[in-house]
């Protein structure tokens, strides 16, 4: 089913929308930098009753302000040309197996402690923005988990924008399970070569994560830190794109008929365990990049298969 752009607002007490399943809500950050700086939470501990929606107008009046609170987004198809502003401390799960929106992005521009899970984003327009975008020197533990991420290749490489953009020093980002797909330009840390001074600080992980059918940007990364493993790469061109200053720690990965796995321009990548990451066009990070929180690195010969199955909305 579709639903329009405008609605009645209504704010449904917890288990009064039986039908609405998701994954769990109580769920803190598990993994990577989003784990750190005291976590990230999102509207877990909120006051407020659970808000479930089901239109457009229902979820920008949820999302809006700065209180703490848990959103429920019921399955279907949303169709629009706009981004939506999200405010701090907001968890926004999508209900099973994962509401779609179609032309709608989502921004998280000076705002802290928010959590999007299993939403399917596509086809989002260069005019209107990024699928989702995450901008400010202010902003702090971000996760993103089991989204689900694409365009097509069908339209010139700014057709539409990134799937995901990080920019302007934001830190203690986690990007889990979620699928990169059809796309030109995937995601991008650091908009600038002439930012470091703000970008110097990011602090970025992508785990467990299935690109493929991709042009570049799995991700382009400047400056800061990055963590990537665990992840599929498959059926693309351009790989891990380490760039001006970046530090880059990438292990335990598996690229499949990828043509540039890993290569750089003026970054480092210490690339450890990494299945088919040949050509690898960068230079190890000396020192190497240390991980400051606990991970379990899966057997590589499990990886594809783990990551195919949990990866993306459910």
């Given at each position: 089913?579709?639903?329009?752009?405008?609605?009645?607002?209504?704010?449904?007490?917890?288990?009064?929308?039986?039908?609405?399943?998701?994954?769990d809500h109580?769920?803190?950050?598990?993994?990577?930098?989003?784990t750190?700086?005291?976590?990230?939470?999102?509207?877990?501990?909120?006051?407020?009753?659970?808000?479930?929606?089901?239109?457009?107008?229902?979820?920008?009046?949820?999302?809006?302000?700065?209180t703490?609170?848990?959103?429920?987004?019921a399955?279907?198809?949303?169709v629009?040309?706009?981004?939506?502003?999200?405010?701090?401390?907001?968890?926004?799960i999508?209900a099973?197996?994962?509401?779609?929106?179609?032309?709608?992005?989502?921004?998280?521009?000076?705002?802290?402690?928010?959590?999007?899970?299993?939403?399917?984003?596509?086809?989002?327009?260069?005019?209107?923005?990024?699928?989702?975008?995450?901008?400010?020197?202010?902003?702090?533990?971000?996760?993103?988990?089991?989204?689900?991420?694409?365009?097509?290749?069908?339209?010139?490489p700014?057709?539409?924008e990134?799937?995901?953009?990080?920019?302007?020093?934001?830190?203690?980002?986690?990007?889990?399970?979620?699928?990169?797909?059809?796309?030109?330009?995937?995601?991008?840390?650091?908009?600038?070569?002439?930012?470091g001074s703000?970008?110097?600080?990011?602090?970025?992980?992508?785990a467990?994560?299935?690109?493929?059918?991709?042009?570049?940007?799995?991700?382009s990364?400047?400056?800061?830190?990055?963590?990537?493993?665990?992840?599929?790469?498959?059926?693309?061109?351009?790989?891990?794109?380490?760039?001006?200053?970046?530090v880059?720690?990438?292990?335990?990965?598996?690229?499949?008929?990828?043509?540039?796995?890993?290569?750089?321009?003026?970054?480092?990548?210490?690339?450890?365990?990494?299945?088919?990451?040949?050509p690898?066009?960068?230079?190890?990070?000396?020192?190497?990049?240390?991980?400051?929180?606990?991970?379990?690195?899966?057997?590589?010969?499990?990886?594809?298969?783990?990551?195919?199955?949990n990866?993306?909305?459910h």
């Open positions: 089913m579709k639903f329009s752009t405008t609605g009645f607002f209504v704010l449904f007490i917890l288990g009064s929308l039986a039908s609405a399943q998701t994954p109580t769920q803190e950050a598990t993994l990577g930098y989003a750190l700086n005291g976590g990230t939470k999102g509207g877990i501990g909120s006051t407020e009753p659970i808000a479930y929606v089901s239109t457009l107008g229902q979820l920008r009046l949820v999302v809006a302000d700065n703490r609170r848990i959103i429920i987004v399955a279907g198809t949303y629009g040309n706009e981004v939506i502003p999200i405010g701090s401390n907001k968890s926004i999508g099973t197996p994962g509401p779609t929106f179609v032309g709608i992005g989502f921004r998280i521009l000076d705002k802290s402690n928010i959590i999007i899970r299993n939403l399917k984003i596509r086809k989002v327009l260069a005019d209107t923005g990024d699928a989702i975008e995450i901008q400010g020197t202010t902003v702090k533990n971000i996760w993103i988990d089991q989204c689900d991420l694409s365009s097509d290749l069908d339209h010139d700014d057709y539409y990134c799937l995901l953009d990080i920019t302007h020093g934001v830190q203690y980002v986690s990007i889990t399970s979620t699928r990169f797909h059809d796309h030109w330009k995937a995601s991008l840390v650091g908009d600038s070569d002439s930012n703000e970008d110097v600080v990011f602090t970025v992980t992508y467990y994560n299935y690109w493929y059918n991709i042009n570049s940007g799995m991700p990364f400047r400056f800061g830190k990055g963590h990537i493993f665990n992840s599929y790469f498959k059926d693309s061109v351009d790989g891990i794109y380490t760039r001006v200053g970046a880059l720690r990438v292990e335990n990965n598996v690229f499949y008929n990828v043509v540039t796995p890993i290569y750089e321009d003026g970054g480092c990548a210490t690339a450890v365990n990494n299945q088919d990451a040949i690898n066009l960068a230079p190890p990070c000396n020192p190497a990049l240390a991980i400051p929180y606990a991970h379990t690195l899966l057997a590589l010969s499990s990886v594809s298969a783990y990551v195919t199955a990866s993306g909305t």
